[in-house]
């Protein structure tokens, strides 16, 4: 066993009670005695492995950390979600729904993983991006964000596997995206469809350099 739990050392997170984890047999660069983050059950973090979540995160309901995963700072991995290979999920990153991080990707700043998206390899994904869905990013190259710089000042994502934008609380395609935009106002409207014919016609440069290699 190489970490217990602190029974008298809990915060409460939508009901759910999760508990402080103390290293009991050293590991990695975590020694005996050495505090970390929150989880609810022996069932979130793996004994095996260098897996470990830290400082103020903290991992609940049925996500699982394992292999040499960390969760650290004030992140959070909930859900079904599952953390492994080398993964690092930090800042205040958000893991849910029955989102993967796997590989030695990194997950950081405000971004936010959910669905049944996937992010792994070599990658990393911080700022505000928001992948979700079915979404499967592998590189830099998979996903693109953009801000509203003309009313709320809020970053927006364009994830190229599925082809899908998640603006806010919304979700979907581009024309989508484009109609709801255009009946929230002329000016949104305009500025949503440019971004969208850029993203697209940047795909398009890749499939004729492609074509041309």
């Known amino acids: ?41 022996e069932g979130n973090l793996s004994q095996e492995g260098n897996a470990w979540v830290c400082e103020n995160a903290w991992v609940c309901e049925n996500a699982w ?3 040499n ?14 953390v492994s290979g080398n993964a690092w999920v930090s800042g205040n990153a958000k893991v849910s729904g029955n989102a993967k991080v796997s590989g030695n990707a990194w997950v950081s700043g405000n971004a936010k993983v959910s669905g049944n998206a996937w992010v792994s390899g070599d990658v990393w994904v911080g700022g505000d991006v928001c992948v979700c869905g079915n979404a499967k990013v592998k590189s830099s190259r998979d996903y693109m964000v953009f801000k509203n710089y003309w009313s709320s000042g809020r970053y927006f994502t364009y994830t190229r596997s599925d082809r899908m934008w998640k603006v806010g609380c919304f979700h979907g395609t581009g024309e989508k995206l484009i109609k709801k935009a255009y009946n929230d106002s002329e000016d949104s409207g305009k500025h949503y469809e440019a971004f969208v014919r850029f993203a697209e016609r940047l795909e398009e440069m890749d499939v004729e350099k492609n074509d041309i290699g």
Do not use: H
């Not at 759910?16 to 505090?35: D, M, S, W």
């Not at 995963?69 to 599952?82: D, I, L, T």
């Open 1 to 41: 066993m190489k970490y217990r739990l602190i029974e008298n050392d809990t915060i409460i997170f939508r009901g759910r009670t999760l508990y402080r984890i103390q290293c009991v047999t050293p590991f990695a660069n975590v020694n005996a005695g050495e505090k970390g983050g929150y989880i609810e059950k």
């Open 65 to 67: 950390v394992s292999e």
């Open 69 to 82: 995963a960390w969760v650290c700072e004030n992140a959070w991995v909930s859900g079904n979600a599952k």
